[in-house]
């Protein structure tokens, strides 16, 4: 294949570097809802970015309130589709979380940019100081552990008194590295 689009709930760098490999072909995230069809994909210099389907669609990211947020903010995607006639969508919440991204692309399409999304708002786990721990996070540190050698799979809890406990079904035990 020339490429290979992947599409999830959050495409992590691992889902990409795996679908690469695998198919000996680029991997592209391809943000794509029920609702809407493709509300963003990859940009191909700027891997880390979406581009959004601005001919289509009107993409805000929102805060709890669901007040708009300066670009760079991270919270929930609203989609509004400019046509869809018989039963309009407006500000619909996706329960994605992601950032808008301000100033034009690198590669020069003048569509907006989003990042990549980072999970969803009913998947994440709220930090004590109010962040979100989405599953970016929890891929990343897998990765620096180097424990997608060893672990089979994997789940992650929130307990009461805001603890987190980490259930592993193993292939073998972790090196001492």
């Not at 907006?112 to 599953?135: F, K, M, Q, Y």
Request: overall charge negative; hydrophobic content about 40%; glycine content about 8%.
């Amino acid at each position: 294949p020339r490429a290979v689009f992947c599409t999830a709930m959050e495409v992590t760098d691992r889902c990409l570097q795996l679908a690469e490999r695998a198919f000996r072909a680029p991997a592209v995230d391809v943000y794509v809802t029920n609702e809407f069809g493709v509300v963003a994909w990859s940009c191909p210099v700027r891997p880390d970015l979406l581009h959004l389907n601005d001919d289509e669609l009107v993409v805000e990211v929102v805060g709890q309130d669901g007040s708009p947020l300066s670009a760079g903010s991270r919270g929930e995607v609203v989609v509004t589709d400019l046509s869809l006639m018989s039963m309009p969508l407006i500000r619909y919440k996706m329960g994605d979380i992601a950032s808008r991204v301000a100033g034009p692309c690198a590669c020069g399409r003048g569509l907006g940019l989003l990042t990549r999304v980072e999970g969803r708002t009913a998947h994440a786990i709220r930090h004590p100081d109010g962040s979100l721990i989405t599953t970016p996070v929890v891929t990343h540190l897998f990765g620096r552990a180097q424990a997608y050698e060893w672990v089979r799979r994997f789940q992650v809890l929130e307990e009461p008194g805001r603890l987190l406990r980490v259930l592993l079904e193993t292939w073998h035990p972790p090196s001492e590295t």
